[in-house]
């Protein structure tokens, strides 16, 4: 992919100084962004951080207040005809026809495209053979979002927007779906996809965006992003109350605080920092209830991205 990223390839998605407000409030503060020809990228952000949105302007849905939406060259706002034959879109709610079965839905989409997968490669994509015959309304929600999904793909897509496409899926089909993302990959498709799992994004994803606040805070590799926090090791505690940490101390790099009596420490080793947290509890007479260590990921990058900062980082 770091191959792929140096080639001089003309973007499948260009997005630059993207705004969007809903009444007084602000949603897009000004996001840029470019995704390359084959690659997975990531856009994560918390609720309400304006991910849906972005999305939404890049499938038409949506008009910008100003910037620039570019997709395969062209302006969304007047090209979103041509676009739509080309791209596949798995919304994040999604409701079809309850009495149409599940052959049914997929034939109709199909009739919808100049150019469409067979029935047969859907089916076996998302393991769809017992259920075609039954009516939307009555599959179960894991089963109603694999049929979301083969919607998605169901023009041989070369861009694929995939909004929180694995929320409600088991644990097998969450691994299948993976599989199909690196396939599409693997046939030089690019796809968008939105997610709360982390490890998902750390998975499949080349590169990442994280949103806050309407603004694109980082975006980078995954690594580089990990490889960019402060810290090696980080630890995360409770206290029976709000406790009132030093600004800088010996053991810690810096402190987030997540809730009230929750934060995250960045330690530059594990054995420094448990040693610090321990002295400081004994010396204030500080009661710690719950104590998790791990090494840096991408949960880390997005917490330190999202969370509110307090008074706690030196």
Same mark, same amino acid.
């Given at each position: 992919m770091d191959a792929l990223r140096m080639q001089p390839a003309l973007p499948v998605v260009h997005i630059d100084d993207l705004r969007k407000s809903y009444g007084a409030r602000q949603v897009l503060r000004g996001v840029s962004f470019d995704v390359y020809p084959g690659e997975i990228f990531g856009f994560l952000g918390a609720n309400g951080a304006g991910k849906t949105t972005t999305l939404e302007i890049l499938e038409g849905l949506r008009r910008p207040d100003s910037g620039i939406a570019r997709v395969f060259g062209l302006d969304v706002l007047g090209n979103i005809g041509e676009i739509r034959q080309r791209i596949g879109v798995s919304l994040q709610a999604t409701h079809y026809w309850g009495l149409l079965n599940v052959r049914e839905t997929i034939?109709?989409? *199909?009739?919808?495209?100049?150019? &469409?997968?067979?029935? !047969? #490669?859907?089916? $076996?994509?998302? /393991?769809?053979? @017992?259920?075609?015959?039954?009516?939307?309304?009555?599959?179960?929600?894991?089963?109603?979002?694999?049929?979301?999904?083969?919607?998605?793909?169901?023009?041989?897509?070369?861009?694929?927007?995939?909004?929180?496409?694995?929320?409600?899926?088991?644990?097998?089909?969450?691994?299948?779906?993976?599989?199909?993302?690196?396939?599409?990959?693997?046939?030089? *498709?690019?796809?968008?996809?939105? &997610?709360?799992?982390? !490890? #998902?994004?750390? $998975?499949?994803? /080349?590169?990442? @965006?994280?949103?806050?606040?309407?603004?694109?805070?980082?975006?980078?590799?995954?690594?580089?992003?990990?490889?960019?926090?402060?810290?090696?090791?980080?630890?995360?505690?409770?206290?029976?109350?709000?406790?009132?940490?030093p600004e800088t101390a010996s053991?810690?790099?810096?402190?987030?605080?997540?809730?009230?009596g929750k934060y995250l420490a960045d330690c530059a080793d594990l054995e420094t920092g448990m040693r610090g947290l321990l002295e400081w509890a004994a010396g204030t007479g500080t009661a710690i209830t719950n104590i998790e260590t791990r090494v840096a990921t991408l949960d880390d990058v997005f917490v330190r991205n999202t969370a509110a900062q307090g008074a706690l980082q030196p």
């Amino acid at each position: 992919m770091d191959a792929l990223r140096m080639q001089p390839a003309l973007p499948v998605v260009h997005i630059d100084d993207l705004r969007k407000s809903y009444g007084a409030r602000q949603v897009l503060r000004g996001v840029s962004f470019d995704v390359y020809p084959g690659e997975i990228f990531g856009f994560l952000g918390a609720n309400g951080a304006g991910k849906t949105t972005t999305l939404e302007i890049l499938e038409g849905l949506r008009r910008p207040d100003s910037g620039i939406a570019r997709v395969f060259g062209l302006d969304v706002l007047g090209n979103i005809g041509e676009i739509r034959q080309r791209i596949g879109v798995s919304l994040q709610a999604t409701h079809y026809w309850g009495l149409l079965n599940v052959r049914e839905t997929i034939e109709l989409f *199909r009739s919808m495209y100049r150019r &469409t997968l067979p029935l !047969d #490669e859907l089916v $076996a994509m998302f /393991d769809l053979g @017992a259920s075609l015959a039954k009516p939307m309304r009555e599959l179960s929600g894991g089963n109603y979002q694999r049929v979301v999904l083969a919607l998605a793909l169901v023009n041989d897509p070369e861009l694929v927007l995939l909004d929180e496409p694995t929320t409600g899926l088991d644990p097998n089909a969450r691994q299948r779906l993976w599989d199909v993302v690196r396939n599409l990959r693997s046939r030089g *498709r690019t796809v968008i996809l939105t &997610t709360h799992y982390m !490890d #998902e994004a750390q $998975a499949l994803c /080349d590169r990442v @965006a994280i949103i806050h606040g309407g603004r694109i805070a980082q975006i980078g590799t995954p690594q580089e992003l990990v490889q960019g926090l402060p810290a090696n090791v980080t630890i995360c505690f409770s206290t029976a109350a709000a406790a009132a940490l030093p600004e800088t101390a010996s053991w810690y790099q810096r402190v987030t605080p997540l809730e009230p009596g929750k934060y995250l420490a960045d330690c530059a080793d594990l054995e420094t920092g448990m040693r610090g947290l321990l002295e400081w509890a004994a010396g204030t007479g500080t009661a710690i209830t719950n104590i998790e260590t791990r090494v840096a990921t991408l949960d880390d990058v997005f917490v330190r991205n999202t969370a509110a900062q307090g008074a706690l980082q030196p």
